[in-house]
């Protein structure tokens, strides 16, 4: 498969993926991950990055689009198709995308919009909590780890992403309806766009995944 996840913060993007992966037995590329990866290594591209994330800002074109591609160029798990997990967010990231998948003759074939009101995703964002390592993520209260603050397949500590506060979700939602929500319109328009709700729970969501996939 390839394809995208759209949606904003909270939407499930990152909770549904690791399922898409494993049916389809492709890669997982969620840019947020990898910027975070880049922050705790405190590379100079991380230093960076953390700024404008905890402000819940957009990290510039250039930077991810030559992220992804290196990731689909180098990483060969996604040689058997990948899911897109926050990227593209804005229409030049799209256009690029196109673009380079154009180049190697294997165009998208689906974007899943994930939609759900605003007002939904501020528990979703500040019960939150997640394993740096592997970018699972839990919630306090609507899927809780089986014990406390640990991670349920590796035992190591859960924390709380620094940019998941309600005045940098504020931010966050009003990019994601500036800058990401224009993509929608564009992926209408080549046809492989579909949307399902995102509010309800998560084997739902999943479940109404795999239709629009046609699975
Ligand atoms: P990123 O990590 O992509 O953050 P985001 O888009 O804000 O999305 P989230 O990870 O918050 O949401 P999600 O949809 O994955 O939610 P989840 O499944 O975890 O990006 C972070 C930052 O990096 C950006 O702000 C930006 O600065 C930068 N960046 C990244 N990519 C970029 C790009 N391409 N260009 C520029 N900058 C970029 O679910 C959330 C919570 O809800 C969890 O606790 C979960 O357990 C719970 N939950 C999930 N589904 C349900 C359900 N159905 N019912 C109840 N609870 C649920
Ligand atoms: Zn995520």
């Known amino acids: 498969i390839r394809m995208v996840l759209i949606g904003p913060p909270g939407a499930g993007k990152g909770t549904q993926a690791p399922n898409l992966k494993e049916k389809f037995c492709a890669c997982h590329l969620a840019t947020g991950d990898m910027l975070r990866s880049q922050v705790s290594k405190k590379t100079a591209l991380g230093l960076e990055a953390k700024k404008i994330m905890d402000q819940g800002g957009l990290v510039s074109d250039d930077i991810m689009i030559n992220m992804i591609k290196d990731e689909l160029s180098n990483n ?90 309600e005045e940098a979700l504020k931010k966050r939602l009003g990019n994601y309806h500036k800058q990401t929500e224009p ?33």
């Open 76 to 165: 060969k798990e996604c040689s058997n198709g990948f899911i897109l997990d926050g990227f593209p967010r804005t229409i030049p990231q799209a256009e690029k995308l196109d673009e380079m998948l154009k180049l190697s003759e294997k165009p998208l074939q689906s974007a899943v919009e994930l939609k759900i009101d605003d007002e939904l995703l501020v528990s979703r964002i500040t019960g939150r909590l997640v394993h740096p390592a592997s970018g699972r993520s839990y919630h306090k209260i609507f899927n809780p780890p089986k014990v406390e603050l640990t991670d349920d397949i590796t035992g190591e500590p859960l924390v709380q992403r620094s940019d998941d506060n």
């Open 183 to 215: 993509i929608v319109d564009y992926y209408k328009k080549t046809g492989i766009w579909s949307g399902i709700d995102a509010s309800q729970k998560p084997s739902t969501v999943w479940k109404d995944i795999l239709k629009c996939l046609g699975q």
